[in-house]
């Protein structure tokens, strides 16, 4: 296990390629996760130019839907012996209101469940390594999120009749920050789980997201950074010799942050995550006996 493997998904361009690219200089074979085949294709293409004698596969599949996390679960069986970084990037906050093929709203299926489904399913199959991170992408629109205490909605299933998107992305987002919080508190000792917010960053994703995110996207562009320095709060997560304290914790500009208040409760965060689970049909990790005093 003398090379290091990271599997980023959500990687045909922007943070997800910057966080690549970083991470096969620190030393990293890649795993580059698209959403289609000429994506991925490409994303090979333009990493291993840059590659440095690393290795770099390029698998595509869609996070959307549990079946697509299941299929990437398999392909990475039969490519990898080990996972020591997992990259959760995926990300998008759709326009309008629309249910996967297992019956949750889109933004909250890619954003929330499919990260941690992903997870799950590859320490059920034995590949993420006895010390692997898990970093997964927030974003500032935090704030703009709500979250239910009594009863909180994992499925997003709530805005069907009305959709503000900014509201659904960062209320998916908020539940992510606390699901990996509950996470962290149950994943085998050596292994960790952290939520970074990458800020505002120059790239595509909101002009592709459509709707309002539009239209922030031509103001928002005036202050954005590049991908390559938004990527080094993730990178800097994964490859810190020393395991980046807390675990579970939201990071911001290569430090420790604090998410909005509702992110902090660790009984919300619990129930998210068991909700999280049960929704997805895995089965949950008990709390460590230890568990939040990293």
């Known amino acids: 296990m ?3 493997t990271a599997v980023i998904t959500g990687a045909a361009g922007g943070l997800g390629q910057a966080t690549a690219r970083q991470l096969l200089a620190a030393g990293f074979d890649v795993v580059a ?3 289609d085949a000429g994506s991925a294709r490409e994303a090979r293409q333009v990493l291993a130019a840059q590659a440095a004698g690393r290795t770099v596969h390029a698998l595509h599949t869609d996070l959307v839907d549990r079946a ?7 392909q990475l069986r039969n490519l990898v012996g080990h996972v020591d ?3 959760n990037n995926a990300g998008a906050a759709f326009a309008g209101y629309a249910e996967t093929a297992d019956g949750v709203e889109r933004t909250h299926a890619l954003n ?3 990260p941690l489904h992903l997870t799950h399913v590859l320490l059920g199959a034995g590949l993420l390594a006895p010390t692997a991170r898990i970093v997964s992408i927030s974003s500032d629109l935090v704030t703009r999120g709500r979250v239910d205490a009594d009863n909180p909605d994992v499925t997003g299933t709530s805005w069907r009749s009305r959709f503000p998107q900014l509201a659904v992305y960062g209320s998916a987002k908020l539940l992510g920050i606390l699901a990996t919080a509950a996470l962290a508190d149950r994943l085998p000792a050596d ?3 952290y939520s970074a917010t990458p800020g505002v960053i120059r790239t595509g994703f909101n002009a592709k997201s459509g709707g309002i995110l539009k239209a922030v996207a031509a ?9 390559d320095k938004a990527a080094r709060t993730p990178v800097l997560l994964a490859t810190s010799r020393i395991t980046p304290s807390p675990n579970g914790g939201f990071f911001a500009k290569g430090a420790p942050a ?3 208040k509702p992110a902090r409760d660790p009984v919300l965060a619990a129930n998210v995550y068991e909700r999280c689970v049960r929704e997805l049909g895995v089965s949950a990790l008990p709390p460590r006996a230890n568990a939040g005093l990293s």
């Open 2 to 4: 003398n090379t290091r």
């Open 191 to 193: 292994m960790s789980a």
């Open 33 to 35: 996760v698209t959403r």
């Open 219 to 227: 103001v928002g562009g005036l202050f954005a950074q590049a991908p």
């Open 258 to 260: 604090d998410p909005p």
């Open 112 to 114: 929330l469940l499919a």
């Open 68 to 74: 697509g996390v299941l299929a990437l679960g398999a």
């Open 85 to 87: 970084v997992l990259i």
